[in-house]
Nanobody
């Protein structure tokens, strides 16, 4: 069964940085395009970044230049480096396969930006 475990979230002052990690199980992540998503209680889940198997990346406009997605295929992990965090970036961040995410989402990791 495919599953994901995210970690690295926390409470950070505006302008601070975090590095989120995602580890998958039941999936060969090295041959899988991966994405990071975020959701708040008042918004639908939104894809914010993805990375191809050979490291090409894309981002939603609101995070471009501040968020960096990367991967370590040897460790079967995907990362999201968040820089210059803004309070509006507060959300639960999850990872999943792309372009067809598994229905088995992980719990995500909470990122909270304080002003």
């Amino acid at each position: 069964q495919v599953g994901f475990v995210e970690s690295g979230g926390g409470l950070v002052q505006a302008g601070g940085s975090l590095r989120l990690s995602c580890r998958g199980s039941g999936i060969i992540m090295s041959i899988q395009r991966m994405g990071w998503f975020r959701q708040t209680p008042s918004t639908q889940r939104e894809k914010i970044a993805n990375i191809t198997t050979d490291g090409q990346t894309s981002y939603v406009g609101s995070v471009k230049g501040r968020f960096t997605i990367s991967r370590d295929n040897a460790k079967a992990e995907v990362y999201l480096q968040i820089s210059n965090l803004k309070p509006e970036n507060t959300a639960v961040y999850c990872c999943n396969a792309e372009p067809r995410p598994s229905t088995n989402w992980g719990q995500g990791t909470q990122v909270t930006g304080s002003s």
